[in-house]
């Protein structure tokens, strides 16, 4: 697929996806939608071992093009579900389950859905200039693509109900107090970081990430016990992996270990 409005490269077990809309602050259009899932698919085929997804220009992500939006009078009420059913939903289930990590590093503003994709990532960067909007408010709509759901689980039901209800911009360095994100970097070691990262995950256990990750997700809905079930099972799998031999015998050898992601 010849795409228009990301860009995708695969690199030493890297993919690298960058939001390429930099003129409308990377907003999602339809067409950016299936290049970033045709993208998505191709990870997977790729055997990717660790995805950097970024945004190209002065922002990560507006959020919704609002140009695609005909409200005039004469234009039939817009179906908002039926653009997340088909779009945004499969969007963030889609980033989720990646079997890799998923880093995002999120240069100026993520606003609206462009907030909620960078919070389906595993790891979040963010240059110390950037900022997170829940801006639903301002169009008199409900949160969405995800957002209700990690706001409250990641920064507690005051905090997501202040930002959520009031729209006012969080600036990265109060995202990384509150827990929002990972961690808040100078604007211009932000794609330095990024890339330190990506390169470590490339070269680490990625069918033992992939469980983690599953673990750490279910976990919010899971009493202890199926949570204790679930960790058995995955220790169980990813005991009969190469990568627990090799790590296990570059412990005694006392050595780096050499991981395959198998």
Known sequence: ???????YSLAGGIARIT???PDKLNAFNTAMHGELQDA?????QDRARVLLLSGAGRGFCAG????????????????LGHTLETLYNPLIL????????????????????GASIALACDIVLAARSASFIQSFC???????????????RRIGVARAMGLALLGDPLPAQQAEAWGLIWKCVDDDQLMAEAEKLALHFSTAPTQGLALTKQAMYASADHTLQQQLNMERDFQREIGRGKDYREGVSAFKEKRAPRFTGE
Do not use: F, W
Not at 1 to 7: A, S, T, V
Not at 98 to 106: D, K, M, Q, S, Y
Not at 138 to 152: C, E, F, R, S
């Open 1 to 7: 697929m010849n795409y228009q409005n990301i860009h």
């Open 19 to 21: 939001l390429n809309r």
């Open 40 to 44: 998505l698919a191709r990870i997977r």
């Open 64 to 79: 919704q093009d609002l140009g695609e939006r005909d409200l005039s009078p004469a234009a039939p009420p817009p179906d």
């Open 94 to 113: 889609a980033l989720r389950a990646l079997p890799l990590p998923v880093i995002c590093a999120v240069n100026g503003v993520a606003a609206g859905a």
């Open 138 to 152: 301002k169009l008199g709509l409900v949160p969405d693509a995800g957002a209700t759901h990690a706001l409250p």
